[in-house]
T-cell receptor, first 114, second 110 residues
Framework: DGGITQSPKYLFRKEGQNVTLSCEQN?????MYWYRQDPGQGLRLIYY???????QKGDIAEGYSVSREKKESFPLTVTSAQKNPTAFYLC?????????????FGNGTRLTVT | RKEVEQDPGPFNVPEGATVAFNCTYS??????FFWYRQDCRKEPKLLMS???SGNEDGRFTAQLNRASQYISLLIRDSKLSDSATYLC???????????FGTGTRLKVLA
């Protein structure tokens, strides 16, 4: 079955540590996205990538970094510079780059930083 | 004004009831529209895309009103399993942006 796999499902880290969240898709989708969800807020875009070796900042990119070395993979690193990293992180993809297709989501990673 | 606005609810309705939610958007360049369902602590899942002429999928009907800049979702014969948060998503023409509403929470009561 095709889909998007995020791992791990739950992640706990100490403040000051960088952490990398995994996102892998076997849908052969071109575009991939990282969103953050906080209680009572809509999903906010962190980074997106339309093609391998290219990515752009979203609305809240500060304190995050990404890479897109393979079409299937779009890992997100939450750095120690991110002020409020505790959140639910969602990876998504779309088959094309014209932004008319719905987003397909992975099952999310819940990050807790103490 | 928020780009996409939804009534947060909760909407508490009895089983079998018909319930409708609206979602307003502020940018007239909005191009594509979607309704997602999100269960507690899970990822959003696509419920349906919203087409200009309106569309139906079983008990669910979606409508788009471009003149008044809103989309709606109607759920007929509500089931307990319909209890969830419903997210409205809008894309802007020529951009990468998928803009999410904060969601409307529905509770269907036995």
């Amino acid at each position: 079955d095709g889909g998007i796999t995020q791992s791990p499902k739950y992640l706990f880290r100490k403040e000051g540590q960088n952490v990398t969240l995994s996102c892998e898709q076997n849908l052969n989708h071109d575009a991939m996205y990282w969103y953050r969800q906080d209680p009572g807020q809509g999903l906010r875009l962190i980074y997106y990538s339309q093609i391998v070796n290219d990515f752009q900042k979203g609305d809240i990119a500060e304190g995050y970094s990404v890479s897109r070395e393979k079409k299937e993979s779009f890992p997100l690193t939450v750095t120690s510079a991110q002020k409020n990293p505790t959140a639910f992180y969602l990876c998504a993809s779309t088959p094309d780059r014209n932004y008319n297709s719905p987003l397909h989501f992975g099952n999310g990673t819940r990050l807790t930083v103490t | 004004r928020k780009e996409v606005e939804q009534d947060p609810g909760p909407f508490n309705v009895p089983e079998g009831a018909t319930v409708a939610f609206n979602c307003t958007y502020s940018n007239s360049a909005s191009q594509s529209f979607f309704w997602y369902r999100q269960d507690c602590r899970k990822e959003p899942k696509l419920l349906m895309s919203v087409y200009s002429s309106g569309n139906e999928d079983g008990r669910f009907t979606a409508q788009l009103n471009r003149a008044s800049q809103y989309i709606s979702l109607l759920i007929r014969d509500s089931k307990l399993s319909d209890s969830a948060t419903y997210l409205c998503v809008v894309t802007l023409s020529g951009t990468y942006k998928y803009i999410f509403g904060t969601g409307t929470r529905l509770k269907v009561l036995a």
